[in-house]
């Protein structure tokens, strides 16, 4: 629907206007508010109310000063309307002197008229409806005895009892106004509707958007440029002032009128890492501006990890934080801070320590406290698995690789592990074949899948985790050093668990706990006593040896007590050294002892090479070329 205002001077206008809106063949698509007033009674409305308005002379003047943001449309006066006048004044009149007075340009066409009708003529066009008295009143003084004019004009000469004629519209005219209505109100509606488009595009992308003029002022932007920028203010600035950082790409796209894109730079004063791409705008041939887009990297890899993490049928995700960590020794909470302190940064970490020391819940810790926490965090034993199954595990590969590769290939644990923590177990297990390829993953930020010619770009942290020192590893040759240089930045040793203070007990009751939840069962009573035993036991095998101790003592308990007989049954378990020690004692009776044994007794062997050892039970286990936890048991046995 169309919104025209009439504004009309005499109702027989009012009454042609209605006729040709009745027979216009757009009539239902307009809606026309008709009304009778002149110039001084132009009424107030609300902007938008109308589409457009359609008025006379001086009341179109006033309208479009008034109404600036609504088409204004003039009833022009044709050459018809003009013959039409004169001659009614001709015949009223007789005039031998007409003064034409009125509003445009299109008054002097009378002259040319006027010619045929043998009659002299004399143009007065007044700028403003006020200068109208002024003007007749000249037009009178030179001679003039009628008047043609508009009906402003006319309403002054019938004041001063002056002869005049109005030139009134005809329906052509009326035509002619409402068909340039319609056709400028469905112009500015499609430039309203591209205008939104555009403003619809640029506001609602995820990308920085810029506009900046050949001058070099801003001229449109988006909130995204915005917020990438700290919510300074940018619109009408010079680009070099509030952003610098893109007036030299500016200036190189204007000067060469090529456009420049895949520059990475980071925004001063945050952390935005974006690509800015920058293209000149060309119109009649000019370079009129040029337009920057800004991508937010970090977004663009977040949204691919997402992807690649939808394309993975298996989900990786750290369960344990610092919060799971049992205990209570200073030592630990020492290691805590130290794992805390790596966390914030994206470093990569290598976590040292003994068989069951809680390597991979500090790992999963870390990750869970770092800003990937987010992302994936995905765990590989590298003693697991065999050379060739590690390097597809880790890499990934194509279909058709090699003979058994599964349909469509498949993703590589670098892959899966993008924007996340890869944690990588028994590292020093790892031949120096695949530690070639895993350097150089680690040094381009880049995998190749088995089989493929293209490399995939990944962000991963490396988390990896031993039992045995890579350093000498590397001194033997069995450890690539430059590796050991990209693994080993940040270090974490775990303190074995003997080494833990009164741990020991608590991480007992925690897991004790736990089994009885799992198996279902009442929490069994303790024995006074019974956990001194701990203090006195080597734990060889650390958390990992605690946990199946805990299992033992669970099944060998007494009713619903674990009594200091069934902890130490299950610290001690019969192993084949002590039946070997009962069968030499068998033939030492039974006169079959050996010969070289000598004088010396078990007891002052042991003693022997503890002092020997300085106190070192493990130095002196191995000395004596036993377990370390046979050494305890004799020392058990002989209350050393």
Known sequence: MIRLL??????????????????????????????????????????????AIIARGYTAQKTVAKYKQVPTIGLSISGYDMVRAISECCEMYHPKKVAVLGFGGQMYEVKNICRFFKIDVEVHAPVRHEELPAKLDQAIAAGCDALIGGYSANIVARQKDFPAVVIRTGEDTVLQAVDEAIHTVDQIRHQRIISQMYKTIIYSSKDGLLYVDAAGVIQVRNRVIRQMNGDISLMDRPLKQALP???????????????????????????????????????????????????????????????????????????YTFQDIIHQSRVIDQTIETARRYAASDSNVIIV???????????????????????????????????????????GYVEGAFTGTSKGGKMGLFEQAHGGTLFLDEVGEISTSIQSKLLRVLQERQVRRIGDNKVIDVNVRIISATNKSISKLSDQGMFRRDLVYRLDVLRLFLPPLRERENDVELLFLHLLQAQCRETRTPLPRLEPGALSLLHQYPFIGNIRELKNMVERA????????????????????????????????????AGEGTPDRGPVSEPEKLRQALEQCNGNRTRAARLLGMDRSTLWRKMQKYQM
Request: glycine share 6%.
């Open 6 to 51: 009439f504004i009309v001077p005499y109702p027989e206008l009012r009454e042609k206007v209605e006729h040709v809106i009745s027979h216009h063949p757009e009539k239902k698509r307009l809606n026309a508010d008709i009304r009778v007033m002149t110039v001084e009674d132009t009424p107030d409305f609300p902007a938008d109310e109308y589409d």
């Open 245 to 319: 950082y893109l007036y030299k790409m500016f200036r190189c796209v204007i000067t060469s009128g090529q456009e420049e894109s895949g520059r990475i730079l980071t925004i001063p004063g945050t952390r935005v890492t974006v690509s800015v791409s920058c293209t000149p705008v060309i119109a009649n041939k000019e370079i009129s501006g040029v337009v920057f887009f800004l991508s937010d990297i970090t977004m663009i890899q977040n949204l691919e990890s997402q992807i690649r993490r939808k394309l993975s049928e298996r989900g990786f995700q750290a369960k």
């Open 353 to 395: 320590g003994e068989t069951g020391t809680g390597k991979e819940l500090f790992a999963q810790s870390i990750h869970n406290s770092s800003s990937r926490k987010n992302g994936p965090f995905v765990a590989i034993n590298c003693a697991a698995l065999p050379e060739n199954l590690l390097e597809s595990e880790l890499f």
């Open 554 to 589: 669970g099944v060998l308990k007494t009713g619903d007590i674990i009594t200091k007989k069934n902890l130490q049954d299950a610290l001690y378990p019969p192993d084949l050294d002590m039946a070997a020690e009962s069968g030499a004692a068998f033939m030492a009776a």
